[in-house]
């Protein structure tokens, strides 16, 4: 089992920079990918943010973050962190950590692909 806990949540102004953080614990190493994803007020739908693929490095973004957003992973403390800068309203959101617990055929952005969540952190995004 893994079992993945998010912080670094909070209340920002637009222009500010967070960064979030998902210590994980369990067989996670089985994973090949661990992403992170969010939910806006409101919406019913998980978007992926971005994902590290663990055996290459490998990172990925969505298109409204990308420039703005570094994942990387820390293997010595076992987590993986969300560095975000230049923080918009539109960012707000739950924040999410996810694993998907070993190699799919299911593309990395997909949610239905990701097996192990965390509880998730708010990130509130003042104008």
């Known amino acids: 089992q893994v079992r993945l806990i998010e912080t670094g949540g909070g209340l920002v102004q637009a222009g500010d920079s967070l960064t979030l953080s998902c210590a994980a614990s369990?067989?996670?190493?089985?994973?090949?990918?661990l992403s992170w994803f969010r939910q806006a007020p409101g919406k019913e739908e998980r978007d992926f943010v971005a994902?590290?693929?663990?055996?290459?490095?490998?990172?990925y973004y969505a298109d409204s973050v990308k420039g703005r957003v570094t994942i990387s992973r820390d293997s010595a403390k076992n987590t993986v962190l969300l560095q975000m800068n230049n923080l918009k309203p539109e960012d707000t959101a739950i924040y999410y950590c996810?694993?998907?617990?070993?190699?799919?055929?299911?593309?990395?952005?997909?949610?239905?692909?990701?097996?192990?969540w965390g509880q998730g952190t708010q990130v509130t995004v003042s104008s």
């Open positions: 996810a694993a998907d617990g070993g190699r799919s055929l299911m593309q990395h952005n997909l949610r239905r692909r990701y097996i192990y």
């Open positions: 369990g067989r996670t190493f089985g994973s090949d990918f």
């Open positions: 994902g590290i693929r663990q055996t290459t490095g490998g990172t």
